[in-house]
Each structure stands twice: as C-alpha cells, then as structure tokens.
C-alpha cells in the first residue's frame, strides 16, 4: 500500500486522423494515449524514460492491455487517468482508464507492465536503486 495514491489526469482531443471508416477511434490509437499518459505521468513525477535513461537502465514495455468499453469519435475530448501500481518485483506498472470528457463516461480500461534492463539489453531482477528512492520520495510502500 502507499500513503499516496500518484495518478494523472492528462487531457487529448481526438484528432480526424485517429478515427476510422466507421467515423470512431481506431482501436490501436488507445495504446497511444495510454503512452501518452505515461509520459504525463514520467514528467509529473520524475520517472519519465529520460530520467531513467540517465541512471543507466531502459523500461521496455512487456505486456499491454486494453479493454473497449465505449467509442470515441472525431472531435471528442478524452481524460486519460494513469495511475502507478506498486509491485515488489523489478517492474513499473500502470492501469489506465480513458474517459470521454463532456459526460465522464468511461470508454476504455487497460495496463502496462515495463521491466528494467541494463544497458547492455539484459534484464534486471532487482529493484535499481534509483527506483528504491523514487517509491521512498512518494511514499510508497508494500
């Protein structure tokens, strides 16, 4: 558990070019704004990929899940929540939920689960130091 809950909140207008023939959202621009969120999420609380990179280790996504609720269409603005899930392992985990901004309606759910490599690409089993004292700053424990 963790005395903090670290979520964003980051905000995108659906463009013409990420909809499909049936005039709604292409299924595979969600991962895009999930990826957006993360990136929100990286700035907002000092764990953007830059900030890893410069101590020395990559976080490339392993798993990636999305489950469509309802559609987006051209012209909607959507709030996409990214939200940490703690782990012990040598992992960053986020959940997302995407909300369609004029009724708050929920639209589509998922997760994403990073691991640490080094940067000579071999996976890293232990939690790297830098990650120990990022949770310790924000107050996140088991």
């Known amino acids: 558990m963790s005395n903090q809950e670290l979520v964003t909140k980051t905000k995108i207008s659906i463009r013409f070019n990420e909809v499909d023939s049936m005039r709604i959202v292409w299924h595979g621009n969600y991962i895009k704004y999930f990826e957006d969120g993360r990136e929100d999420f990286g700035k907002r609380f000092g764990i953007s990929y830059m900030d890893i990179l410069k101590e020395e280790f990559m ?43 004029s009724d708050n309606e929920l639209v589509a759910t998922g997760e ?9 690409g071999e996976l890293v089993l232990n939690n790297p130091p830098f990650f120990k004292q990022w949770k310790k700053k924000w107050k996140i424990r088991k």
């Open 59 to 101: 976080t490339p996504v392993v798993k990636l899940s999305c489950d469509f609720i309802k559609p987006l269409k051209y012209g909607d603005e959507t709030i996409v929540e990214t939200r940490f899930v703690n782990s012990d392992a040598a992992k960053i985990i986020y959940s997302f939920r995407v909300l369609r901004a």
């Open 112 to 120: 994403s689960i990073q691991v640490f490599l080094n940067m000579n």
